[in-house]
């Protein structure tokens, strides 16, 4: 056996493509588009049921997130306690998740009881009936955390942020007050509910050990559904938002955030933002890590953030800093930002860049429930089959001049929105 000499670096390989696996997609009678994705897993499936019922679908406040946790709370002829015992007894677990673009179900069962725990889930979307009593625990419930959130300043940041630089009409911007909760009904639930969940869906995903069976099983359901095709029109008109300082007494510290609003996934440079926002304040070894972080000890953790949409885009800086040295670090912010726009990233640097997010791709598709998801960016977004290929080759072949460009175009800073909350 050879000993390894552990003082030497292993041999590293540039990544140049990826062999990504492309889920298949087949439709039922209705057309509902079923993509699946088949590995030997133990005979373990993910099935995801996604609707068009997400935040931009909502006329009233609070009114799309409430349906999908009220989903499994009863319908009509199941209790809440029936439904979580039903798929307890075959192992299942049963996940619901709301956002600005969709909502859906998601649920983890053996293939073999695959049949029954879709009878219970399939009874849960087309006849969930929201009790009054499960309804007026969740309004507690809910108004008493809203109460604890709105006590923090990262949370008033948030709220001001998002209103400031999509506007309040935004579903990107949409935050809840505690009278949103009483204006809620059983009978506004009920008509949100038919209306996105119980006569449509957008699709349906399948991964794991997946046969021709579960496909035709999956059919089945799909057969009780209309397809929804539904486009989201929300892209935020607002070119520059206002800079806002939030005063809360005795506040030791201040959650700032610099930022506005950005394209989003589909749009040609986005890989190379990607990139960009990496190298500012992506990751551990960022820019803004090292220079408010480790130099200057403002901050036990400062990041920046993209976030995409399918109909909008914002980047922002994030950080929670002592309310006296606000203006140090924000004065800081547009430092690096300044450098990455006038001096080219050093090749060193933008090697181990490019290899971090590389590798975070591939770690990201370890187990097919992970490179379903990556699909599903694909699906949600329109992309084609080569879209990680392309993505690969964009960011190993971005030099430091492009990124000083992309910098220039997208982070000046008089777009910038400067949001402060603290003492």
């Known amino acids: 056996m050879t000993n390894l000499n552990r003082a030497v670096a292993p041999d590293t390989q540039k990544i140049i493509n990826l062999d990504f696996p492309i889920c298949a997609k087949t439709v039922g009678e209705t057309r509902i588009p079923i993509y699946t994705l088949s590995a030997n897993v133990d005979e373990v499936l993910r099935v995801e049921l996604v609707f068009d019922a997400g935040i931009a679908k909502q006329t009233q406040n609070t009114i799309a997130g409430t349906v999908n946790k009220l989903l499994t709370e009863g319908t009509k002829t199941r209790t809440a306690e029936e439904i979580a015992d039903g798929l307890d007894f075959y192992g299942s677990y049963l996940q619901t998740r709301c956002a600005i673009d969709d909502a859906q179900l998601t649920l983890y069962c053996l293939k073999k009881h695959l049949n029954s725990c879709l009878e219970i889930v ?13 309804l007026s625990i969740y309004k507690k419930n809910a108004k008493q955390k809203l109460k604890v959130q709105q006590k923090k300043t990262s949370y008033i940041c948030n709220k001001n942020y998002y209103e400031s630089v999509f506007g ?10 505690a009278e949103d909760y009483d204006n809620i009904s059983r009978e506004t639930l009920l008509k949100f509910h038919e209306t996105y969940y119980a006569k449509s ?8 050990d997946v046969s021709e069976e579960t496909i035709n099983t999956l059919k089945v359901l799909s057969n009780n559904f209309n397809p929804s095709d539904i486009k989201n029109h929300y892209a935020s008109k607002i070119t520059k938002g206002k800079n806002i300082t939030i005063k809360k007494e005795k506040s030791a510290q201040a959650t700032l955030r610099v930022g506005c609003r950005m394209i989003n996934r589909t749009h040609p440079d986005f890989k190379k933002l990607q990139l960009l926002n990496l190298i500012l304040g992506g990751y551990f070894g960022s820019r803004l890590m090292k220079n408010i972080r480790e130099d200057k000890g403002l901050t036990y953790g400062i990041n920046s953030v993209l976030e995409s949409y399918l109909d909008d885009g914002c980047f922002y800086v994030d950080a929670d800093v002592n309310s006296d040295k606000v203006e140090i670090a924000i004065a800081e912010i547009y430092k690096e930002i300044a450098l990455l726009s006038t001096i080219p990233v050093p090749d060193q640097e933008l090697l181990t860049a490019k290899n971090y997010l590389l590798g975070a791709l591939l770690r990201s598709i370890d187990g097919p ?51 402060v909350c603290g003492g």
């Open 122 to 134: 399939l009874d849960v979307v087309k006849n969930a009936q929201f009790p009054n009593n499960e």
């Open 168 to 177: 309040e009409s935004s579903p990107i911007a949409t935050s809840s007050i």
């Open 201 to 208: 869906m957008k699709y349906i995903t399948v991964s794991g």
């Open 369 to 419: 429930f992970s490179i379903m998801d990556r699909n599903k960016i694909m699906i949600d977004y329109g992309f084609e089959k080569n879209y990680y290929d392309e993505y690969i080759a964009t960011i190993n072949n971005t030099s430091p001049q492009e990124l000083m460009a992309i910098c220039n175009k997208y982070l000046n800073p008089d777009n910038l929105v400067e949001m």
